[in-house]
């Protein structure tokens, strides 16, 4: 669940402990092109105030039209579809052809959504599950993501922490990560310990995890929403967040320097027991070859490599196949 998402829920928690009635719309399923995709959510207030949004505007528009009208003063929740014909998509500043679901409900008893928070706080997947009779909403944990479903008794949705960057190093080229990374809504975190690099991080959205790489990798307890990437050209550093990132179940593991510093990393690592298969997730030279030079190409050639990485996208550039590290296993 993205920033934006978990905004929704903070302002429907705060409008309902207010006082205010408040309806949350959830995109559920899309046909063909469309603006926010399944798990987006708009909260509505009962004065026609939005939190967040499903479309590019025009949808919004008719809730709130909607809204005054008393179209949502039932307790049960409601299946809406936008998009059906041509002229409806048209008129919904939707692609042509293109189809959006909604699933609206009122929300009653706020504590799922201090639950649900809580979770996303302490960085857990928690499953909600959304009773269409009753509008009785249950949070629980879950160990794994999964598609937004919907049938005719249930919706059944996961919501999750933001994806976290943590940044081995914090030199020039990592202060351009934070800043891309932060945009495309990571939740940055910078470990180094040389005090040295700290200047320009006053006004960075990054946080920074005190003591050494291989105890920031462990503090942090990388997970499936997790990338990891050494900066520093340095292998006492980096090479001890690898030793333990490598091993975790962070979904890339990346470090900096050419594909000869990388072997030799590679080497190491193999001398120092860890396993071939581990060695073998390394990302190193990172990045998408865009013919990179300055900082900030060299940090929008990382952050395409791991934003298609997260998003399950077969990477087509071939590296060089670890020969070394190959030929010893």
């Known amino acids: 669940m993205d920033s934006v998402d978990q905004e929704v829920l903070r302002m429907t928690l705060a409008w309902r402990r207010a006082g205010h009635g408040v309806s949350l719309f ?14 987006a959510m708009l909260a509505l207030r ?8 499903v479309s590019g505007g025009c949808i919004e528009d008719d809730l709130i039209a909607r809204l005054h009208a008393g179209q949502f003063a039932g307790e049960r929740p409601e299946v809406i579809t936008y998009g059906v014909s041509g002229d409806e998509a048209a008129r919904f500043g939707l692609p042509c052809g293109g189809t959006l679901r ?3 409900e009122q929300v009653g008893d706020w504590r799922w959504v201090e639950q649900l928070l809580q979770r996303c706080d302490d960085h857990e997947l928690a499953l909600r599950e959304l009773d269409l009779a009753t509008g009785k909403v249950r949070i629980s944990s879950t160990t794994r993501d999964e598609p937004v479903a919907l049938d005719e008794h249930c919706l059944r949705l ?10 081995i ?6 202060l351009y990560v934070a800043d891309m990374a932060a945009m495309l809504d990571f939740e940055v ?4 310990p040389r005090e ?14 005190p003591g050494m790489p291989d105890d920031a990798v462990l503090a942090i307890r990388p997970d499936e929403r997790t990338a990891v990437v050494a900066l520093t050209h340095d292998p006492r550093l980096d090479d001890l ?6 091993q975790s179940d962070a979904f890339y593991v990346g470090a900096l320097g050419s594909l000869r510093n990388n072997d030799r990393r590679r080497e190491r690592l193999l001398q120092l027991e860890v396993p071939v298969a581990a060695i073998n997730r390394l990302h190193g030279p990172i990045g998408l070859h865009i013919g990179s030079h300055t900082p900030p190409e060299i940090a929008l050639s990382l952050l395409a490599e791991v934003v298609a990485v997260k998003n399950g996208i077969a990477l087509t550039q071939k590296k060089r196949a670890l020969v070394a590290v190959e030929q010893v296993a």
């Open 26 to 39: 959830t995109v559920v399923q899309t046909w063909g092109s469309s603006p926010r995709p399944p798990g």
């Open 46 to 53: 009962d004065d026609g105030q939005v939190c967040g949004s």
């Open 102 to 104: 909604l699933v609206q």
């Open 158 to 167: 996961v919501h999750g922490p933001r994806w976290r960057l943590l940044l």
């Open 169 to 174: 190093g914090a030199g020039q080229l990592s």
């Open 189 to 192: 975190l910078v470990c180094d």
């Open 196 to 209: 040295e690099f700290r200047q320009g991080w006053e006004t960075r959205q990054a946080r920074f995890i």
């Open 241 to 246: 967040a690898l030793l333990t990132a490598l």
